[in-house]
């Protein structure tokens, strides 16, 4: 008898073009040797990997590693199915997944505007904590607030005043904001 370490896969939630895998153990829990022939998936996005010419003792294992990369939004279902000269020579895993779009999420930032004769603020980004930086907008922003579009991830943020001559100040205490 062929055994799988799984009857049925979900993945869940998988954002659209990336790649992620899990594995199935294939164990031979009879008394004489069998011979996988064949490993495939069948739905979209799922693929499945693993030796399809593999001579199992009994009580050996073989690992079948399934993967599932959506190319678009919605849920998908599939199986993988796994061939061989075993009185059960059929073994079928269901398999599951969702593609889902990143979120874009809105930062809103506001800082306490400059006493000194400021004509604007500029708006520094960085995934890196103390930088480097990327300047968000191209032209001083006269309120002393921003709103930023970003994905999930770890964001800091500085702040420079320039006044009419273009002299920025030093960058503000820098911001570190979280979006799940």
Known sequence: MLSASNASISFGDVKVGTPTSQLITLTNTGNASLNITGISASGSGFTASGNSNTVLAPNQSENVYVNFTPASEGSA????????????????????????????????????????????????????????????????????????????????????????????????????????
């Open 77 to 180: 279902n599939g199986t993988v199915g796994i061939v061989s000269n075993a009185m059960n020579a059929m073994v079928s895993i269901s398999v599951s997944g969702t593609g889902v779009q990143e979120q874009t999420r809105t930062v809103n930032l506001t800082w306490t505007p400059s006493e000194s004769n400021v004509v604007g603020y500029f708006v520094d980004r960085s995934t890196t904590e103390g930088g480097p930086y990327a300047r968000l907008n191209s032209a001083a922003n006269p309120n002393p607030s921003f709103a930023d579009s970003v994905t999930s991830g770890t964001y800091y943020y500085v702040v420079t005043a320039t006044d009419a001559n273009n002299v920025q100040s030093a960058y503000s205490n820098e911001v570190q904001t979280i979006v799940p």
